[in-house]
């Protein structure tokens, strides 16, 4: 748990005593220094842990989901965060992370994709270009969704942006200012990936590439008028090329540096998840069978 995560959630819900009365253990993510979050889930695994659960945002999130995928353990999603993207496509109650718990006693296992960049895995997006510097900003980072798509247009025309390729197999979209590789499609007006995915197992990555001429064209894009601006698929591959060695991308919210070129992938239904039976955001795709166990515990 990251007792800083969405603003202090971890106290303010009380979720280190209500995960503690339901047999869980329960490591904080304080102290001096980094926390090795992978390296800690690898050890409760190694240590016989049966289910990794992670309170905290999208990116501590995938940390942990690519431990508990490559164990094979289930894995519990307790929305902690501040945008808590994964968990409300997952269905689970955002505004009280203390209900995700109900996993533990009355529980659904559902099964779902996820993504890989390099050598990592990622729960929601990856970002590039242009919507690699929104990730950077204040209003993305308070989960502010309307200042964020404000501040898309000067974005996305930025004379010095960094131009991208996108290419799937023979397929190539070039000269692109902005480019988002998401783990499942987002819906198809969401020019960002700052809304919600109606599938998480679609066993597709989700492809965005804007090709902009200009200030105005940036304005057109965000007005909602698309044509010939945005390009959208799908694929299993992709690979994300440019000019630099080096290249930010916002992988789940978190600004990393990769080289490149940089290769994407879907790893379907790799994620065993745990959820609560009853959930107020069920979506289409993340439907589960019912988990008979009593109680989950390490």
Not at 21 to 34: H, P, S, Y
Request: proline share 4%; hydrophobic share 45%; net charge neutral.
């Amino acid at each position: 748990m990251n007792p800083q995560s969405g603003g202090g959630k971890v106290d303010r819900f009380g979720l280190v005593r209500k995960a503690r009365a339901l047999n869980a253990d329960v490591a904080l993510l304080e102290g001096a220094g980094t926390v090795d979050v992978a390296a800690l889930a690898r050890e409760a695994a190694d240590d016989g842990a049966d289910l990794l659960g992670v309170a905290g945002g999208d990116g501590t999130q995938s940390l942990v989901a690519a431990v508990a995928a490559d164990r094979g353990i289930p894995f519990m999603v307790i929305a902690a965060g501040t945008r808590n993207q994964f968990a409300r496509d997952l269905g689970l109650d955002s505004e009280d992370p203390a209900a995700c718990l109900a996993a533990l006693t009355d529980g659904v296992e559902v099964r779902v994709d996820l993504g890989r960049i390099g050598d990592r895995s990622f729960v929601t997006s990856a970002a590039f270009g242009a919507y690699a510097e929104l990730v950077r900003t204040t209003a993305f980072r308070d989960g502010d969704t309307a200042a964020a798509l404000a501040l898309l247009p000067s974005l996305l025309a930025a004379p010095d942006e960094q131009r991208l390729n996108l290419r799937t197999g023979d397929t190539v979209v070039g000269d692109s200012a902005a480019v988002l590789v998401s783990n499942n499609p987002y819906g198809a007006a969401d020019i960002a990936g700052l809304g919600r995915r109606n599938r998480l197992d679609r066993g597709v990555l989700g492809l965005l590439a804007v090709t902009l001429r200009g200030a105005r064209d940036a304005v057109r894009l965000v007005r909602g008028r698309r044509s010939g601006l945005v390009k959208v698929s799908t694929a299993t591959e992709a690979v994300i090329e440019t000019d630099a060695d080096r290249i930010p991308v916002g992988v789940d919210g978190e600004e990393v540096t990769l080289a490149t070129p940089v290769h994407c992938a879907i790893r379907p239904g790799v994620l065993r998840v745990r959820v609560p039976r009853l959930r107020p955001g069920v979506r289409p795709g993340v439907r589960g069978t019912r988990v008979h166990t009593a109680m989950v515990g390490t």
